[in-house]
């Protein structure tokens, strides 16, 4: 028998399954009923230990980690998996899937990644959304005694310097004619269907380290974009830096989720952290001024405040609580959501901003 200790000493006994290992994390939720192998491997959860409220996950298994065309991961948003250990009430022993090649187990194992299955996740994410998101540890042992003051924190940690890439990267979309639009793209823990949404446009990505001097290079490029990403925005003090010179010359910003932050942040706005976040397949938004409400895949435990200086707006809400959920400048040439378009796990509702974007770029 393995267990969960929160912060707050609360004890969920369960079995073991993935890696057996202790671990630390952030405790949160996602309410996504399937997509665990494109979650689980979405650079947005470093650090954190994911719970599903889905009761059965693992069922359809684990495709395999083939590359694509441009070199990245085919099937997953990255190449490893970053969440520091994983709860379900019943984890799927036997899997069924044509793409499937392993177990949810063995894919964990494979990663050193621990999962707790067998306790009552309703009961413990009904503590989330009241408490707040807290810090666990889960423990191989349920007889070990657990100091909760020793459960590390990965907020002190700049989560978006581990998960950057550390060189510039350059992607060339296939069969592209004419004049190709080319985008900066501060990685910040990016995941791989951002890229795959820009490619498939016919765009070239320039992926850039989090810190990366983009003001100080002599790299061509159309336009900045600013990805998703883990942890607190105002960790990333050189990306911030970096969009608000790229604003100062009036180069065209798109960012999503931390990238909403980032550019939120650059603007002189502000950011906070959220109670229990967002975290799932099917959070509606709203279009200020507008009838519009889409469906969005959400990840994200850090909003932007309400407040936001002169000459920008709130461009999309959160309909359930009203959360900034996008913002834009009045010049049009600066825009942001928190929400993912490209999905993956998720609706496709918002794909058309990546659409309206490329064509930004070609009559820019």
């Avoid at 520091?84 to 793409?99: C, D, L, P, R, W």
């Avoid at 709130?314 to 834009?328: C, E, H, L």
């Avoid at 600066?334 to 659409?355: C, K, S």
Wanted: charged content about 25%; hydrophobic content about 35%; aromatic content about 10%.
């Amino acid at each position: 028998m393995t267990k969960l200790v929160l912060s707050d000493g609360t004890e969920f006994i369960g079995k073991s399954f993935g890696a057996s290992v202790d671990s630390d994390g952030e405790v949160v939720f996602n309410t996504g009923m399937a997509g665990y192998p494109e979650s689980l491997s979405d650079p947005s959860y470093r650090g954190q230990i994911l719970t599903f409220t889905y009761p059965l996950i693992g069922n359809y298994g684990v495709p395999g980690a083939e590359k694509n065309e441009y070199g990245f991961s085919k099937n997953f948003e990255s190449e490893s998996v970053h969440v520091k250990g994983v709860i379900v009430a019943q984890v799927s022993e036997t899997f069924s899937h044509y793409t499937a090649v392993s177990s949810l187990q063995k894919w964990l194992e494979h990663h050193n990644v621990p999962g707790i299955t067998g306790i009552d996740t309703r009961a413990l994410t009904k503590k989330l959304r009241e408490h707040g998101v807290m810090l666990g540890r889960i423990v191989q042992d349920d007889n070990a005694q657990v100091d909760v003051s020793s459960i590390e924190d990965p907020n002190v940690n700049n989560l978006v310097a581990e998960v950057s890439c550390k060189e510039v990267i350059t992607y060339e979309p296939k069969n592209a004619e004419g004049d190709i639009p080319t985008v900066a793209c501060f990685d910040c823990g990016i995941k791989n269907n951002i890229l795959r949404s820009l490619l498939s446009r016919g765009v070239r990505v320039h992926r850039l380290p989090w810190d990366y001097d983009l003001a100080g290079s002599d790299l061509k490029y159309d336009a900045v974009f600013v990805s998703n990403g883990p942890g607190d925005p105002k960790m990333c003090v050189s990306t911030i830096d970096q969009v608000k010179k790229a604003m100062e010359k009036e180069i065209i910003v798109f960012g999503i989720c931390l990238g909403n932050q980032i550019t939120a942040l650059a603007a002189g706005g502000d950011t906070f952290k959220m109670k229990y976040g967002h975290r799932s397949a099917n959070q509606p938004c709203t279009e200020e001024g507008t009838e519009r409400c889409i469906i969005t895949s959400q990840n994200h435990g850090f909003a932007v405040d309400e407040n936001l200086p002169e000459g920008w707006e709130v461009w999309f809400r959160n309909a359930n609580d009203a959360t900034v959920d996008g913002i834009k400048h009045e010049s049009g040439k600066f825009f942001t959501v928190q929400f993912h378009p490209e999905a993956t796990p998720g609706p496709e509702d918002a794909a058309y901003l990546f659409d309206e974007f490329v064509e930004m770029l070609k009559k820019d």
